[in-house]
């Protein structure tokens, strides 16, 4: 299994399901939500894909997809790791 660190660096197909995967569970909401971050949102595409389809990306990637979706992004500052809120709806 490949950590993948941008968007850009998964293949064509896999840039698919990740953006399939934010349009068929998440809903976009006109305000930001500081109750959820890239980090547990990705981690919830992680389980989904599993083992056997093998990704395992970073938040920055989840950010980046978040971002080709068409929602906003606001940096998270007290986090150690680079991680972002978003204006998606309750998960």
Same mark, same amino acid.
């Given at each position: 299994?490949?950590?993948?660190?941008?968007?850009s660096d998964l293949s064509l197909q896999d840039?698919?399901?990740?953006?399939?995967?934010?349009? #068929?569970?998440?809903?976009?909401? =006109?305000?930001?939500?500081?109750?959820?971050? *890239?980090?547990?949102?990705?981690?919830? #595409?992680?389980?989904?894909?599993?083992?056997?389809?093998?990704?395992?990306?970073?938040?920055?990637c989840f950010m980046e997809a978040m971002v080709?979706?068409?929602?906003? *992004?606001? =940096? *998270?500052?007290?986090?150690?790791? =680079?991680?972002?809120? #978003?204006?998606?709806?309750?998960?």
């Amino acid at each position: 299994m490949i950590k993948v660190n941008h968007f850009s660096d998964l293949s064509l197909q896999d840039q698919y399901i990740l953006i399939d995967h934010i349009f #068929f569970n998440y809903k976009m909401i =006109p305000s930001i939500n500081y109750q959820q971050t *890239a980090y547990g949102l990705k981690a919830r #595409f992680n389980r989904f894909t599993g083992v056997n389809i093998g990704h395992q990306i970073t938040s920055q990637c989840f950010m980046e997809a978040m971002v080709e979706a068409g929602y906003k *992004a606001i =940096p *998270a500052k007290k986090d150690i790791i =680079p991680n972002w809120y #978003f204006n998606v709806g309750r998960v």
